[in-house]
């Protein structure tokens, strides 16, 4: 279960920010803000206590926090994104979790290794790390170690297609997994319940597990019903901003 959530407010540079779709258009910001106020009402419907940083107009992509840093229950990972304009994203990111962890349980993932948080999917006390055109080869293998000294257990997954490994995939615990895209047919994932996402809905399978209630991405319909049929309690909340700018639900957060 989650006791806390960390998020950060939109800045106005976010119509600024990277994106693969362009003809998606930019973000409107007001509506950005609108949406992430609503965000951060899901959260705290599902019982956790959410911090809520200022925006940053440094950083256009700043609002997605998840590619900051990894948190487990016993330590908390600070990740060197890719991107390089979001290099620096994890500096203010620090100082804010050394609110929840001593300095001797937080780890830094260092150059030339590379790791965004988009990359990581915790089942249980085993992490799935994507080497992806964020996360590179040098950056699994830090971040698997300093998870070893922890107890936890770590593998790679190699991407083909999407941005982030979360892109295509949602932990929902109980074994079960949202499966979208290139991970439908990979072996490694064979062994949970998948629920599969069709093509035409794929960018709902960033769906995100809080405390048996499942944040889903407003107007994907069968992949709604798809989750409700397994018994979950489910909050639509709307991303359509931050989807400009290849974001989905579990890049605005870190839970833990």
Request: contains cysteine; aromatic residues 10%; negative net charge.
């Amino acid at each position: 279960m989650f006791k806390n959530v960390i998020v950060k407010r939109p800045s106005k540079s976010m119509v600024e920010g990277i994106t693969s779709q362009p003809k998606l258009g930019k973000p409107d910001y007001e509506l950005a803000l609108k949406q992430h106020d609503k965000y951060i009402e899901a959260l705290k419907a599902c019982n956790v206590n959410v911090t809520i940083l200022d925006a940053d107009e440094r950083f256009p992509d700043s609002c997605f926090v998840e590619d900051t840093a990894v948190i487990t229950k016993n330590c908390a990972i600070i990740s060197n994104p890719g991107a390089k304009s979001r290099n620096k994203e994890t500096e203010d990111m620090i100082e804010t979790i050394k609110q929840f962890f001593t300095e001797d349980k937080i780890e830094y993932i260092t150059a030339p290794g590379t790791l965004e948080g988009g990359d990581v999917m915790m089942v249980g006390n085993h992490f799935y790390v994507g080497e992806s055109a964020r996360t590179n080869k040098e950056g699994c293998r830090q971040f698997i170690e300093k998870l070893e000294k922890y107890g936890y257990t770590g593998s790679v997954v190699e991407l083909e297609q999407v941005l982030h490994l979360k892109t295509g995939l949602a932990y929902l615990e109980n074994n079960n997994l949202l499966v979208a895209g290139e991970f439908v047919d990979k072996d490694v994932f064979k062994d949970f319940n998948r629920i599969i996402i069709s093509e035409d809905e794929s960018y709902s399978a960033n769906c995100i597990w809080v405390n048996d209630t499942v944040l889903v991405p407003f107007g994907y319909e069968k992949a709604k019903k798809a989750i409700e049929e397994k018994g979950y309690r489910v909050i639509e909340a709307d991303t359509s901003e931050y989807r400009k700018l290849d974001g989905g639900l579990s890049c605005l957060s870190l839970r833990f």
